[in-house]
């Protein structure tokens, strides 16, 4: 079997699961259901239609949105906050779709951080950048990353000037967004630099415009040709004069750096570790990362075929790939309510439920350690590139906050506004075929919560020690048709409640539940 063969038999449920859990950040049972008998090309094209464009985040205190506002120093917090709030929104409520996963993935490629930018009507136009190029061409999404004016002061191109170049962004574009460490020169980096030079942005922190755009300015162009080296086969950059010198350099030196086979291979394998794993074994990069990486280049480099081609291939769907990253903070946060069918209220006819809401889930997941929009490198999370990968997001402190935040989740002790979460246990026993039945309500619920199976001995552990502490299991089928038979006593209803939430919570806890 060839990795990258495409699977053409429907999903099964199983199946779905692990495509909605690595494309999405969690699916509900309802998406599970309507996506279970499709094909996978079928299916990718659901999670990769067109969705509509998002209403931008409101400013607290004048209800309106703050990119339309002029800068404000006394409001910076508040507008990054309700930046963050915003795209957790937006997380939380998405369907199945492909779009807030990859423009998550391409946040942390194109890294840009609140701290160092300090204007969040930046960092939001960045996001709207990320957002419209996600799902498409990977060459206009490098030419406008290049321009943004965030990425321009956050890497210093607003300050390679003729004469006097910065070179960061020139490294930063083929180290960390295209090429790849090892596959350029230090010559390199000075010639791109070069081409680079010009480019500012203007209404940072403005008072007095709220308009922000990226500009070109020729008298600050080096115009001399740029010399590249072997790595580039010499290529050549004629120098240029003029209104149109900074676009046209900026798109032969996009050109040359994608002719490299190495480019493809460097996003397609940033690419398997978002979706699939980290381990790149020779196999792996001969029989996959490779023909994988020539799918993308000779299809022009449009992110719909390559990742049609990664998520329909017999590889993704391996059993023995299924639970084998551990879930971001990000994934355990959102997927948890999202399975629940919890979405967030609606902004402006609920402002402070929206609020308290996406606030609560924004920080645990930074205290989780993936604070978005506020990774604490250029490099991004830790866990997507350096040694040990995903196991990074595991340590003493963050293991004890996942439990508790999944204790108080499954206990529905989160309020925000007039609202309460209400992750009623009762009501997902009556979801299962016999929730009477311990065996089945256990086999049934580790089904859906687990990426991986778990073994008997796990479930028996869960139906004697947990469910019925002890007991005969009998005792539980009795208490259940007695509640069933009564359904209105509150007495009967809290006796089941109790020892369902005790299992959700102790399910929650396992090690098996921070797979992915």
Same mark, same amino acid.
């Given at each position: ?25 969690? %699916?509900? %049972? ?13 299916? @990718? ?58 423009? @998550?993935?391409?946040? *942390?490629? #194109?890294?840009?951080?609140?701290? =160092? ?26 030419? &406008? ?9 956050? @890497?210093?191109?607003?300050? /390679?000037?003729?004469?006097?170049? /910065? =070179? ?14 090892? /596959? ?38 080096? +115009? ?13 950059? !004629? ?33 398997? !570790? ?39 291939? $017999? ?34 006819? *609920? ?15 930074? *205290?989780?350690? $993936?604070?978005?929009? &506020? ?15 995903? &196991?990074?997001?595991? *340590? ?10 999944? &204790? ?13 979460? +209400? ?25 859906? #919560? ?65 797979? /992915?």
């Amino acid at each position: 079997m060839a990795l990258l063969d495409p699977i053409k038999k429907p999903l099964t449920l199983q199946q779905v699961a692990h495509l909605l859990r690595r494309a999405t950040f969690g %699916p509900s %049972p309802a998406q599970i259901q309507q996506f279970t008998g499709q094909t996978p090309q079928a299916a @990718l094209q659901l999670l990769l239609a067109t969705t509509p464009t998002p209403a931008p985040p409101i400013d607290p205190n004048t209800a309106k949105p703050f990119n339309t506002l002029v800068f404000d120093a006394n409001q910076q917090g508040n507008w990054q906050s309700a930046t963050k709030y915003w795209w957790v929104g937006l997380m939380l409520n998405e369907g199945a779709s492909l779009r807030e996963k990859m423009t @998550l993935f391409w946040q *942390n490629h #194109f890294v840009s951080t609140f701290n =160092e930018v300090s204007d969040a009507r930046y960092i939001y136009r960045q996001n709207t950048v990320l957002r419209r190029h996600a799902l498409g061409n990977f060459r206009s999404f490098v030419i &406008d990353m290049t321009k943004d004016p965030a990425m321009l002061r956050y @890497l210093n191109g607003n300050q /390679n000037v003729a004469g006097k170049p /910065n =070179e960061n962004y020139g490294r930063e574009l083929q180290e960390l967004f295209t090429i790849g460490r090892g /596959n350029y020169s230090e010559d390199d980096v000075k010639a791109a630099a070069r081409v680079l030079t010009g480019w500012t942005e203007t209404g940072y922190r403005s008072a007095t415009t709220a308009d922000i755009t990226a500009t070109f300015r020729p008298a600050q162009h080096d +115009t001399t040709d740029k010399v590249f080296s072997d790595a580039y086969q010499k290529t050549v950059i !004629r120098g240029r004069t003029g209104a149109t010198a900074g676009e046209d350099e900026l798109g032969e030196l996009v050109d040359m750096i994608l002719r490299q086979p190495e480019t493809a291979r460097f996003l397609v394998r940033k690419l398997y !570790r978002w979706f699939i794993n980290a381990d790149l074994t020779p196999d792996v990069e001969q029989n996959f990362i490779e023909p994988l990486a020539k799918i993308f280049r000779d299809g022009g480099y449009e992110m719909r075929t390559v990742l049609t081609a990664l998520l329909t291939s $017999q590889h993704f769907y391996d059993d023995g790939l299924r639970g084998a990253v551990v879930k971001s903070p990000l994934e355990l946060t959102l997927g948890t309510l999202r399975y629940f069918g919890i979405t967030a209220p609606d902004p402006v006819t *609920n402002p402070m439920g929206f609020t308290q809401l996406t606030a609560y889930i924004w920080s645990n997941s930074r *205290n989780l350690q $993936q604070d978005i929009m &506020d990774q604490p490198t250029v490099f991004g999370w830790r866990p997507y590139y350096d040694t040990g990968y995903y &196991d990074l997001w595991i *340590n003493s402190t963050t293991l004890a906050l996942r439990g508790l935040y999944t &204790d108080q989740v499954a206990a529905g002790n989160v309020k925000y506004g007039t609202d309460k979460l +209400t992750l009623d246990p009762v009501v997902l026993a009556q979801r299962t075929s016999d929730p009477g039945d311990p065996v089945k309500l256990i086999d049934e619920w580790t089904a859906q #919560f687990f990426a991986i199976d778990l073994t008997k001995s796990q479930r028996d552990f869960l139906i004697d020690n947990v469910l019925v502490s002890g007991l005969p299991r009998y005792e539980w089928t009795a208490e259940w048709n007695t509640y069933a038979a009564a359904p209105t006593d509150k007495n009967k209803l809290m006796a089941v409640r109790t020892k369902l939430n005790t299992t959700l919570q102790f399910m929650f806890r396992m090690a098996e539940y921070q797979l /992915n």
